[in-house]
């Protein structure tokens, strides 16, 4: 009864996972945090079996921050997420594999378009020529832009604008398919996740305890208060 829920928009990442942590039909917790910040921007969202999940997330996390001390820089979404992948595909062929389905998103800084800006270096403010400062002290930046990837445990990985893991999928691709666009702004987001949220309520026999959202920007990962506490009308 996991629910896992990510989407892309203009400026943004948002994800969120069901509070509940469950054993078939019992509810052992009813305020669990199912993600992992990995980097400044990158977090991962994991469902699955109990032990393996939470094991395989410090597993990773504790890798990257490794990569982190060692290099002197951050690892962004997507070499995460490689990384990732070939760590669940090397488990896979293993006697014991982890079985985990994972959402991992973030803010990719080295993405987006290329945008010119006043070079901060000597030669680029006398108008050098080299060619990191471009032309008249310009150099050129990123803008960023938004990174999705969905992993399974099969260890299968594809970057898409939105994704679900869990009962999820069945109940709110069809929503996120209908009203998502690249363009969306955080609000719009929002109230798409709150759409996705109702018909998981409409649907499932079993309570979930509602979601922990996340947001991942240009400026880092924080949680936002999503309030899904109002009644809905069943189906």
């Given at each position: 009864m996991e629910v896992l829920l990510g989407l892309t928009g203009r400026d943004f990442v948002l994800m969120a996972a069901s509070k509940a942590a469950m054993?078939?039909?019992?509810?052992?917790?009813?305020?669990?945090?199912?993600?992992?910040?990995?980097?400044?921007?990158?977090?991962?969202?994991?469902?699955?079996?109990?032990?393996?999940?939470?094991?395989?997330?410090?597993?990773?996390?504790?890798?990257?921050?490794?990569?982190?001390?060692?290099?002197?820089?951050?690892?962004?979404?997507?070499?995460?997420?490689?990384?990732?992948?070939?760590?669940?595909?090397?488990?896979?062929?293993?006697?014991?594999?982890?079985?985990?389905?994972?959402?991992?998103?973030?803010?990719?800084?080295?993405?987006?378009?290329?945008?010119?800006?006043?070079?901060?270096?000597?030669?680029?403010?006398?108008?050098?020529?080299?060619?990191?400062?471009?032309?008249?002290?310009?150099?050129?930046?990123?803008?960023?832009?938004?990174?999705?990837?969905?992993i399974d445990y099969l260890a299968s990985q594809a970057e898409v604008p939105y994704a679900a893991h869990g009962y999820a999928q069945y109940y709110c691709l069809s929503i996120l398919d209908k009203h998502h666009h690249p363009d969306i702004d955080f609000d719009q987001g929002m109230k798409l996740l709150k759409m996705c949220s109702d018909e998981l309520k409409r649907r499932l026999p079993i309570d979930f305890k509602g979601l922990v959202v996340k947001v991942m920007t240009k400026d880092g990962i924080r949680e936002v208060e999503f309030d899904d506490s109002a009644p809905v009308k069943s189906a």
């Amino acid at each position: 009864m996991e629910v896992l829920l990510g989407l892309t928009g203009r400026d943004f990442v948002l994800m969120a996972a069901s509070k509940a942590a469950m054993r078939g039909a019992t509810i052992l917790k009813a305020s669990d945090d199912k993600t992992r910040e990995l980097t400044k921007h990158t977090l991962m969202a994991y469902s699955g079996e109990a032990g393996d999940t939470v094991q395989f997330a410090e597993y990773v996390q504790a890798n990257v921050a490794l990569y982190s001390m060692r290099n002197d820089t951050d690892l962004g979404p997507g070499a995460v997420a490689s990384f990732t992948r070939s760590e669940l595909a090397r488990s896979l062929r293993s006697r014991s594999p982890y079985m985990v389905n994972l959402l991992l998103g973030g803010w990719d800084v080295l993405g987006g378009k290329d945008v010119e800006v006043e070079s901060e270096t000597k030669e680029g403010k006398e108008g050098g020529s080299d060619a990191q400062d471009g032309k008249n002290g310009k150099a050129i930046k990123k803008t960023g832009c938004a990174r999705l990837y969905w992993i399974d445990y099969l260890a299968s990985q594809a970057e898409v604008p939105y994704a679900a893991h869990g009962y999820a999928q069945y109940y709110c691709l069809s929503i996120l398919d209908k009203h998502h666009h690249p363009d969306i702004d955080f609000d719009q987001g929002m109230k798409l996740l709150k759409m996705c949220s109702d018909e998981l309520k409409r649907r499932l026999p079993i309570d979930f305890k509602g979601l922990v959202v996340k947001v991942m920007t240009k400026d880092g990962i924080r949680e936002v208060e999503f309030d899904d506490s109002a009644p809905v009308k069943s189906a």
